[in-house]
């Protein structure tokens, strides 16, 4: 089974803290992506990534940044803590082929206070 | 602008009752996945349909893609309080890696 593992499944951090979000995934799987997911907004992409070292911006990258170093991981870094950041972060991957679809990881519940 | 919407929002309904979940968008999609998401889990991925017309079965779940690959459905026969969550319909974005996700269906079974 691909797995797909969050480090943190719930995270509680002050207000201006840098946090870490890690995901490493077990499939070698090109694609990595981080997403957040809020009511009533959905599944909003925050960065993806296609291979090591090369990233791109999604959909509200405003506040994060990201790194990939080695293809089985991908770090989301929250510069500076604010509590608009409070929210379910979700790491998915998948094949290059685009085709197969995501696995996820089980989520970060994040509080930021 | 692609997008995909679900309809409907919310579902309650009691055990043994049959249902049917909608993903339609104005765009043509190479293929669509079908994902649920239990409270406090990531999304998992049910199944991915590629073909206009395909019709897949995954023991009481029923997913079809439309012929103009512009939509999809999901029916559930006698449901059960397992197959309580939010489901998800997704598809690739043209040229990119990136897949965009439907507005999602909460789907409560009613013991």
């Known amino acids: 089974d691909v797995k797909v593992t969050q480090s943190s499944r719930y995270l509680v951090k002050r207000t201006g803290e840098k946090v870490f979000l890690e995901c490493v995934q077990d499939?070698?799987?090109?694609?990595m992506f981080w997403y957040r997911q809020d009511p009533g907004l959905g599944l909003r992409l925050i960065y993806f990534?296609?291979?090591?070292?090369?990233?791109e911006k999604g959909d509200i990258p405003e506040g994060y940044s990201v790194s990939r170093e080695k293809k089985e991981r991908f770090s989301l870094i929250l510069e500076s803590a604010s509590t608009n950041q409070t929210s379910m972060y979700l790491c998915?991957?998948?094949?290059?082929?685009?085709?197969?679809?995501?696995?996820f990881g089980s989520g970060t519940r994040l509080t930021v206070v | 602008t692609q997008l995909l919407e679900q309809s409907p929002q919310f579902l309650s309904i009691q055990e043994g009752e049959n249902l049917t979940v909608y993903c339609n968008s104005s765009?043509?999609?190479?293929?669509l996945q079908w994902y649920r998401q239990e409270p406090g889990e990531g999304p998992v991925l049910l199944v991915t349909?590629?073909?206009?017309?395909e019709v897949k079965k995954l023991k009481r779940l029923t997913f079809q893609f439309g012929d103009a690959r512009k939509d999809s459905s999901l029916h559930i026969t006698a449901a059960q309080p397992g197959d309580t969550g939010l489901y998800l319909c997704?598809?690739?974005?043209?040229?990119?890696?990136?897949?965009?996700f439907g507005t999602g269906t909460r789907l409560k079974v009613l013991a």
């Open positions: 997704a598809g690739p974005t043209s040229g990119t890696y990136k897949y965009i």
């Open positions: 990534s296609y291979d090591v070292k090369m990233k």
């Open positions: 765009s043509v999609f190479s293929s």
């Open positions: 998915a991957s998948s094949l290059w082929d685009r085709g197969g679809g995501y696995t």
């Open positions: 499939m070698d799987h090109e694609n």
């Open positions: 349909v590629v073909t206009g017309g």
